[in-house]
């Protein structure tokens, strides 16, 4: 387990004007990119499918899209087209392996690298047309705290930060909750913690950060923030191996170790969000 880190004060951004959460969607984030986000968003909905339910993954790191990578797909129509309006939106979702639909992003365009009124009014237009039609909408996320993760994060009614033991990873989840905490007054995160060493690792971690977040962010008179350790996916060696080939660890190795994890991340995620919001 990581050692005690000291949490490094960040300055948000501007709050965006406040929308209302969408019951049927969570958010998949990290502080810092590498932690294996995208890596759990694919997973966790081919797990999803497996048990039975219509998912959806959209690709919300709109600058910097990789998903279509961890999938090996090749889409001739992104979410920039349906945006600006030469394509369709039902023809711009994909089928993925795993057995669930996902809606990519394009990769490198500057133009969605901050929340313009354009960006934010697409983006909610297309939530409005998706969110009916699936049990669950996951949203990839970008990693960091810019506007546009935030104003993606603040579309769903259930946030899963994804952080490893490594005290870069966890300083920078101490300061996404902060934020998230300060901005959309979430009374409630979930962690993922990734690339873990020992079993309990992650418990521990997530209440090392609880801790933390008691002691520095304020928050309204008895209504503080909780943090929810939802697993601990291992260290594994397949997941290397599935990443490497581009495959999705629920298909290649649905019995090791860390895809084990997952499933139990999805029968968590079924309980919180399918069933409560059906």
Same mark, same amino acid.
């Given at each position: 387990?990581?050692?005690?880190? @000291?949490?490094?004060?960040? +300055? ?7 929308? $209302? ?54 889409? +001739? ?15 711009? @979702? ?6 669930? *639909? ?13 929340? *313009? ?28 705290? *810019? ?29 996404? @909750? +902060?934020?998230?905490?300060?901005? $959309? ?40 923030? +909780? ?24 298909? *290649? ?10 499933? $139990? ?14």
């Amino acid at each position: 387990m990581s050692d005690v880190f @000291i949490p490094t004060e960040t +300055k948000p951004a501007a709050p965006p004007t406040p929308v $209302q959460p969408l019951g049927k969607v969570v958010a998949v984030t990290s502080g810092k990119g590498g932690v294996g986000k995208t890596f759990v968003s694919a997973n966790l909905a081919a797990a999803l499918a497996k048990l039975g339910h219509k998912v959806l993954v959209l690709d919300a790191d709109l600058g910097l899209a990789n998903l279509d990578v961890v999938l090996n797909l090749y889409p +001739k129509i992104t979410l920039h087209d349906v945006f600006t309006g030469k394509a369709k939106l039902e023809d711009a @979702i994909v089928r993925a392996p795993g057995g669930f *639909s996902v809606l990519l992003a394009g990769s490198g365009m500057v133009e969605y690298s901050r929340l *313009s009124p354009e960006v934010r009014d697409d983006f909610l237009r297309i939530m409005a047309g998706l969110v009916p039609h699936y049990d669950v909408v996951l949203l990839d996320t970008g990693a960091g705290i *810019s506007d546009v993760v935030l104003f993606a994060v603040s579309l769903a009614s259930e946030v899963i930060v994804v952080a490893t033991p490594e005290p870069t990873s966890l300083t920078d989840a101490y300061a996404t @909750i +902060k934020v998230l905490v300060g901005q $959309q007054k979430r009374q409630s995160v979930r962690m993922v913690i990734n690339q873990t060493a020992r079993l309990g690792d992650g418990r521990a971690i997530t209440v090392q950060l609880q801790q933390v977040l008691d002691r520095f962010v304020t928050t309204e008179p008895g209504r503080p923030v +909780k943090l929810v350790h939802m697993c601990d996916i291992p260290a594994d060696p397949t997941v290397r191996q599935a990443v490497m080939r581009r495959q999705l660890l629920m298909q *290649s190795a649905p019995g090791c170790p860390a895809a084990l994890a997952i499933s $139990q991340l999805a029968l968590k995620i079924e309980e919180a969000v399918i069933r409560r919001n059906p």
